[in-house]
C-alpha cells in the first residue's frame, strides 16, 4: 500500500482524491492547506484533513505527497521545502524554468534522502515521455505538438486583466488542416498562426467599450498577436452554463526518415482526448507517487522527471505479469 | 560511441545497418552470418562480415550485438547464447513465448555477466510500453490494439503451405468503423471480425484449383476463419510489382474513466504509419541498443525488457539537455 498525501485542495487535489480511490495498492491518509480545515469539505468522508503547519507531524506516515499548487508561486517554494521530509510528485509545468526547479528540488530531496518527482502531467509529462522515445527512435525527423481542444488558464486570465472585462475564457484549437498535414507526413513548416487558432469568450462589466476590448485582446503581444482570435461576448450566465468545461487534450507527433537514402518515411502519433484536464493529470500524478514509493524503498533518492523512470514503476502489476500479459 | 554488431543480415539486418548511420553515437562494427561471408554483400561498404563461427574473437570488441533472426527457430537458441558472451537486443515477437524466453535470457546474462533486452520493436515494444502507461494511468478502462494495414509474415506463409499455391501476400486492415467507434469514446465490445479483416493476393501453381483454394483459405482456422477474408488471384508478376510494400503500422488506445462517479472519460491514442517495417523495428532496436550499454557500463545485468528501462536511456542527449530541450 502507499500511503499518499495531498497538499493543497482546489481542482488537482479533488483529482488525486478521485485517482486514488481508482488504484487499488493506494490510500489517501491525509490532506493538508493552508485554509482553516475547517472550511475543505472533501468528497470522501473518512480522511484528516489538516493545517499545512501540522505536516511534520506526519513525518513517516505517509509515504508519498502529492502537491497540488501552481507552478508560478507554490511549486518553486512547496516542492524543495517537502521534499526534505517526504518523497513528493509535482506538476510543475512552467516549461522554461524546469532545469532550475529540478535543481532546487535535487537538492532537498538528496539533503532529505527522498525521492521526489517534478513535471508530472500530460505536458509536460505523457507528451515529454513520447517526444524522447520518438527522438530517440527517428534521430532524422521533425517533432510537432498541438494542444487542444481546451481552456487555456494562462490566455483566459490574461484576457481578465484587461479594463473592462468582467470575466473570459480561452480556448486553444489546433487547427485541423496543420494537423492533418503533418499527419499525412507532408513535413510542413508551421507558423504559429498555422498551428492553433483561439477563440475567447468575454463577460464585460458595464459600460465597457467591446470594440476597444476586442482590439486590446487581438493585439496584445506573446498572447493573442500571432494567432488568429475570435472574441464572444456574451454573459456571465451564459459563460457559466457552457464555459466551465475542463476538457482538453493534444497531439504529438514525430515525422521521420529512414533508409539508406531517406526514402522511408514514418509517423508516430500520441494524442489525448480528455473529458478533465485535472483528473487525468492527477490520474498521472497517483501513478507516479506508486513510482516514488517503490524508487524510495530500492534506496534511490534526489530529484528525476517522468524521463528518467521505467514504465514498469507505474503499474501495480508484477514484472512477470506485465510480461505476460501487456508486453 | 556504442559499438554495434549485427547476427543474422536479411531484412532486419539491413535495417540495423540503416538506423546506425543515423544514431551519431553509434557505429557498426561487424556483422555475423551463418552464410559464406563472401556471398553477403552489405550496403556500407568498410564493415567486415564474418562467419557466426568466429564471434567469440570478438568478446570485448562489441558493445552491443543486435539479433537479426526469427523468433521461430533462431532467437530462442541464440539469444540465450550471446547473451552469455555480449550484451545483446532481440526482436522476439511470439507473445505467448515472452516468459519462458525472458527466463532462459536472463539466467544466460546473469550467467554472462552482460545485459539482454528481449522483445524491442513495436509490438511487442512500442506499443507494449503504450498499453503499460495508459493502464497505470487509467486503472478503470478498455484496452485496444489494431494492426494494419499492413503485411502478416504469418497468414503469407499460412497460405502458401496451401497446395496449388505457389505465392501470396495477406493484408491485415483494422476496420475504419471499429476504430472509429473506439477514438469517439463508445467502449465497443469488438469481436474478432469486428477489429480487423483480412485481404490475400494469392499466385496459383499451373492448373490449381481456384475455387478450392479459396474455400481452404477463408475455413482455415485460427488463421481466417474468424474474419472477413477477400482472396484476389494474381499473376507472380504482379505480385512482385504491386505487393512487395514493407509498410505497417496500427493503434492502441486505452479509454478510460476518472472522477467519483466515473462521470469522466479519456481517450489515450498511440499510432504508428510506417512506410518499412523492418526499418523502424531496427530504428528501436538500435535505440535500446544504446540503453544495453549505458545500462552495462552502470553495472546492470541480466534480462530486461522495454518496460524495465526509462526513456532517458534511449537518447544520445544528457539528462540536463532532455529536461531543457523535450521535456
Redesign the interface.
Known amino acids: 500500500m502507499t500511503r499518499i498525501g495531498i497538499i493543497g485542495y482546489g481542482n488537482l487535489g479533488r483529482?488525486v482524491?478521485?485517482?486514488v480511490?481508482?488504484?487499488?495498492d493506494c490510500e489517501l491518509a491525509a490532506v493538508f492547506t493552508r485554509r482553516n480545515p475547517a472550511d475543505v469539505k472533501l468528497?470522501l468522508q473518512d480522511v484528516p484533513v489538516l493545517s499545512v503547519d501540522e505536516i511534520e507531524q506526519w513525518e513517516g506516515k505517509i509515504d508519498v505527497m502529492i502537491l497540488c499548487g501552481g507552478s508560478a508561486t507554490d511549486l518553486p517554494v512547496q516542492t524543495p521545502k517537502f521534499a526534505q521530509m517526504f518523497n513528493v510528485v509535482d506538476s510543475f509545468d512552467t516549461?522554461a524554468k524546469?532545469?532550475e526547479h529540478?535543481k532546487a528540488v535535487d537538492e532537498a530531496a538528496v539533503k532529505g534522502n527522498h525521492v521526489a518527482i517534478i513535471?508530472v502531467g500530460w505536458d509536460?509529462g505523457?507528451f515529454?515521455?513520447?517526444?524522447?522515445?520518438a527522438?530517440?527512435?527517428?534521430?532524422?525527423g521533425k517533432d510537432y505538438t498541438f494542444w487542444g481542444k481546451g481552456v487555456s488558464q494562462g490566455h483566459s486570465d490574461a484576457i481578465r486583466r484587461i479594463k473592462g472585462v468582467k470575466n473570459a475564457k480561452q480556448y486553444t484549437i489546433p487547427s485541423q488542416e496543420a494537423l492533418e498535414a503533418v499527419?499525412s507526413?507532408k513535413n510542413p513548416e508551421l507558423t504559429t498562426r498555422q498551428k492553433h487558432t483561439r477563440e475567447c469568450f468575454v463577460v464585460l462589466e458595464e459600460g465597457a467599450d467591446a470594440t476597444a476590448v476586442e482590439k486590446e485582446i487581438k493585439e496584445m503581444p506573446n498572447y493573442f498577436a500571432d494567432y488568429d482570435t475570435t472574441v464572444h461576448f456574451i454573459s456571465e450566465e451564459e459563460l457559466k452554463n457552457n464555459h466551465s468545461t475542463m476538457a482538453h487534450g493534444g497531439f504529438v507527433f514525430r515525422s521521420g526518415k529512414?533508409?539508406?537514402n531517406k526514402?522511408?518515411?514514418?509517423?508516430?502519433?500520441?494524442?489525448?482526448?480528455?473529458?478533465?484536464n485535472p483528473?487525468?493529470t492527477t490520474?498521472?500524478l497517483v501513478?507516479y507517487a506508486?513510482a516514488a514509493h517503490r524508487l524510495a524503498g530500492e534506496g534511490h533518492k534526489g530529484c528525476k522527471?517522468?524521463?528518467?523512470?521505467?514504465?514498469?514503476y507505474?503499474?501495480?502489476k508484477s514484472?512477470?505479469e506485465?510480461?505476460?500479459t501487456?508486453?
Open positions: 483529482g482524491e478521485c485517482a480511490k481508482y488504484a487499488d468528497q516549461h524546469i532545469p529540478f513535471s509536460p505523457m515529454s515521455l513520447n517526444r524522447v522515445y527522438n530517440a527512435i527517428l534521430p532524422d499527419r507526413g529512414t533508409g539508406m526514402e522511408n518515411s514514418h509517423i508516430i502519433e500520441y494524442s489525448l482526448k480528455l473529458d478533465s483528473e487525468f490520474s498521472v501513478a506508486r522527471t517522468v524521463l528518467d523512470i521505467a514504465p514498469a507505474l503499474s501495480p514484472g512477470e506485465l510480461r505476460a501487456l508486453l
